[in-house]
């Protein structure tokens, strides 16, 4: 079982940033792609951004320019840098891993981002 634990949300002003940090219980390099979720009140779940072994990354249109998400392989820990942020980014963020060879999806607990006007 693998478990993905996420940290780093809170509160913020419209224009500022946040980093969110998810960490893996077992080393990422096992997973063929992670990548960060996001779920609006009222929403369904939507993708904001994903990142490949390979480091090939994925990013949503509202997100571009303003969001970037990396990794460190030696402590298991994928980033999102949330830079300009605006209140429609307010939303619960769910950290996602895929494993290589079974396409088994692990979900993160979810972390409140709340950016005020």
């Known amino acids: 079982q693998v478990q993905l634990v996420e940290s780093g949300g809170g509160s913020v002003q419209a224009g500022g940033s946040l980093r969110l940090s998810c960490t893996a219980s077992r080393s990422i390099v096992s997973f063929s792609v992670m990548g960060w979720y996001r779920q609006a009140p009222g929403k369904q779940r939507e993708l904001v951004t994903d990142i490949g072994t390979g480091g090939i990354t994925t990013y949503a249109d509202p997100v571009k320019g303003r969001f970037t998400i990396s990794r460190d392989n030696a402590k298991n820990t994928v980033y999102l840098q949330m830079d300009s942020l605006k209140p429609e980014d307010t939303a619960v963020y769910y950290c996602?891993?895929?494993?290589?060879?079974?396409?088994?999806?692990?979900w993160g607990q979810g972390i409140q981002v709340t950016v005020a006007s």
């Open positions: 996602h891993a895929r494993t290589k060879y079974t396409f088994s999806d692990y």
